[in-house]
């Protein structure tokens, strides 16, 4: 609503509760533990007020518990350090474990849909995987927390990211933002693009007959 409304957002971030929670313990933070949304807006002093007041405005009118104006540089880099260190964050909830990220990307009104189904999923399926994104492109990840050891853990792993994937593609989304298929989503290109894989496997076979170029990858 508030890229509909034309609001200057330079980045919006978000991180669900349990990602929150695994900041505050390896940033030395206190924010509240619940969804959240980091939101960076460009200006001078008045126009940054005023994008500050339309997207409180229309968050307000979405359920928006609480607020937060990061004025100060300091603290500013602070927050967005804390996010950037989400990862090691999550990591730091199970010491001893390993952590294994995925990532889908959706169209902006169906994200939270595919936020909320995929935290049922994690929470049916009992596993660790604090969810954060960017957010003003359709874009999250799951950095799962696991104890590769455990089979029954990287299986329930696998199922949920098999899960997201499907139900991502299922919205008109695509099955990787920005971690690309690498060898892990292979399966899923085709579900993505169908017969459209064949045709690209041709041009691959036409351009590299010996396989010499990437040789063992998608095409």
């Not at 900041?23 to 030395?28: A, I, Q, R, V």
């Not at 339309?54 to 937060?68: D, N, P, V």
């Not at 954060?132 to 359709?138: E, F, L, R, S, T």
């Not at 989304?173 to 690498?182: D, K, L, R, V």
Request: glycine share 10%; net charge negative; proline share 5%.
């Amino acid at each position: 609503a508030a890229i509909a409304a034309g609001v200057p957002l330079s980045r919006i971030e978000l991180m669900d509760d349990v990602m929150v929670g695994a900041m505050n313990s390896y940033s030395d933070l206190s924010l509240k533990e619940a969804p959240t949304l980091l939101v960076e807006f460009e200006g001078g002093p008045a126009s940054v007020a005023e994008h500050v007041d339309r997207f409180e405005a229309i968050a307000s009118g979405r359920g928006a518990l609480g607020y937060e104006f990061a004025a100060d540089p300091r603290r500013r880099d602070e927050l967005w350090q804390a996010r950037h260190d989400a990862l090691p964050a999550a990591a730091a909830l199970r010491p001893g474990s390993s952590t294994w990220s995925t990532d889908v990307c959706v169209p902006i009104s169906r994200l939270a849909d595919c936020i909320e189904e995929t935290q049922a999923d994690i929470a049916a399926e009992g596993v660790l995987a604090p969810i954060a994104g960017h957010v003003g492109d359709g874009n999250f990840h799951l950095a799962f927390v696991v104890d590769t050891e455990v089979t029954a853990e990287r299986e329930a792993a696998q199922a949920v990211n098999e899960r997201l994937v499907r139900r991502a593609v299922a919205m008109g989304g695509t099955c990787t933002g920005e971690h690309g298929i690498g060898t892990g989503k292979r399966a899923a290109l085709r579900l993505e693009h169908g017969e459209g894989v064949r045709v690209m496997e041709a041009i691959k076979a036409a351009l590299d007959p010996r396989q010499l170029l990437n040789p063992g990858k998608v095409l």
